[in-house]
């Protein structure tokens, strides 16, 4: 079946800006994480949602970050007020069911912000 | 919180010869711990992963092994390959739900 798909595959905007990035989970995935990759880094956690709502966004790093996942499946991270080092790979993953660890990743969205 | 170390940055290694990857974590409540390869622009993709009730686990050529006391795990590949060529991740969590803490990745070279 069809794996995690994001769009779009990269996005540049200029300083200030505001951006949404999709996420498209694998169907039936009831948990659904967002990851930002710095370049020559491991990915770093965002914020992680078990069906329509928030579990954690401990990794949001302020208040320019946003991210919605309404019906519980499709999610979208949003940005405010674009700053240079937001530029990162934005990484979306979902796994199946509650307990179950497998985390299945997306292409993910290249940010870049000039 | 998790916090996991990962070593080394970088490893070349000659075809056949075999490369491993150590990494530590330091939350004692971690149990879950996947191993990612990602190749230059693509997604991480999970190549073996081992819970904590196990203490290795092996796939073909690739292995990893987990010393719970120490808490360290370890990723072995043999007989390596040039397509073995990428970054590789570890990662630990609790299974409850928790996101993956990431290494930093290995950037490992396979030279034909």
């Known amino acids: 079946g069809a794996g995690v798909s994001q769009t779009p595959s990269n996005k540049v905007t200029e300083k200030g800006k505001y951006v949404e990035l999709r996420c498209d989970p694998i169907?039936?995935?009831?948990?659904l994480y967002w990851y930002r990759q710095s370049l020559g880094q491991g990915p770093e956690f965002l914020i992680y949602f078990q069906g329509t709502g928030a579990a954690d966004d401990s990794g949001l790093p302020n208040d320019r970050f946003f991210a919605v996942r309404p019906e519980g499946s499709v999610s979208t991270l949003k940005i405010q007020r674009t700053e240079r080092g937001d530029s990162a790979v934005y990484l979306c993953a979902s796994s199946p069911a509650r307990g179950a660890s497998e985390q299945f990743f997306g292409p993910g969205t290249r940010l870049t912000v000039l | 919180g998790e916090n996991v170390e990962q070593h080394p940055s970088t490893l070349s290694v000659q075809e056949g010869d075999s490369a491993v990857i150590k990494c530590t974590y330091s939350?004692?409540?971690?149990?879950?711990f996947p191993w990612y390869k990602q190749e230059l622009g693509k997604r991480p993709q999970l190549i073996i992963d081992?819970?904590?009730?196990?203490g290795e686990k092996k796939d073909q050529r690739i292995a990893v092994t987990l010393n719970k006391t120490a808490k360290h795990f370890s990723l072995h590949i043999t007989e390596t390959q040039p397509e073995d060529s990428a970054v590789y991740f570890c990662a630990a969590t609790y299974s409850g739900n928790t996101p993956l803490v990431f290494g930093k990745g290995t950037r490992l070279s396979v030279i034909a």
């Open positions: 939350d004692s409540a971690s149990n879950y």
């Open positions: 169907s039936g995935h009831t948990a």
């Open positions: 081992i819970r904590s009730n196990v």
